[in-house]
């Protein structure tokens, strides 16, 4: 069946590869996994020639991969608040400091409490939390810092815990969690 997209906007818009899926009546689940500072030229799954992600590579089998993204900024806050509520870092204004996401600003989250789906975040990064406005649609945050001003590869083992508990105990109804770990960040 023929599909047209049109897009009209004040300056000139740029668009990736673009995958056309059928409709379906049933409310997918949402899994948004953010490895900070995990660099993609080094997976196996993006052609990188060892295989370094086994775990990373089963999962973006059957999932969407981007192949070319340009991050709105070079560190955290500002490049998820992106994320999260899909402007740019000037117009969300967490980009520096302790500035954090304009209050009159929805996230994805509230979209997808709108739709029907539960909404949880498991974080190890304190640039993303309440305080700064990440917060905001979520009906559950935990941030899992288990050392004060540490990162540790504990508290993503705890943050994944905890994500994949609230996956299982979601059963039946959609999701959409949003798992963030440092891991790779200080290497």
């Known amino acids: 069946e023929a599909c047209t997209l049109q897009l009209d906007a004040p300056s ?3 668009l990736a590869s673009c995958e056309l899926l059928a409709q379906s009546h049933a409310q997918p689940n949402v899994l ?3 490895a900070d500072t ?3 030229d080094f997976l196996h799954c993006y052609n990188f020639p060892l295989e370094t992600s086994p775990s990373i590579d089963a999962f973006a089998a059957d ?3 981007f192949w070319r993204l340009c991050p709105p900024s070079s560190w955290t806050r500002p490049s998820v608040g992106t994320l999260f509520t899909g ?17 009159d600003l929805p996230t994805i989250f509230n979209s997808f409490v709108e739709n029907g789906l539960e909404t949880a975040a498991f974080i190890s990064n304190p640039n993303c939390l309440p305080y700064f406005g990440f917060g905001r649609g979520l009906e559950r ?10 990162m540790s590869w504990r508290e993503d083992i ?5 994500a994949i508990e609230a996956i299982e105990n979601a059963v039946g109804r959609p999701w959409s969690v949003y798992l963030h770990l440092m891991g790779p960040h200080d290497p």
């Open 38 to 40: 995990l660099r993609l």
């Open 158 to 162: 705890h943050a994944t815990d905890l």
């Open 32 to 34: 948004i996994f953010m």
């Open 87 to 103: 402007v740019s870092r000037n117009l969300h204004t967490a980009q520096d400091g302790d500035n954090a996401i304009r209050e």
């Open 141 to 150: 945050l935990v941030h899992t810092e288990i050392e004060e001003g540490a």
């Open 63 to 65: 999932a969407v991969k």
């Open 12 to 14: 000139v818009i740029w």
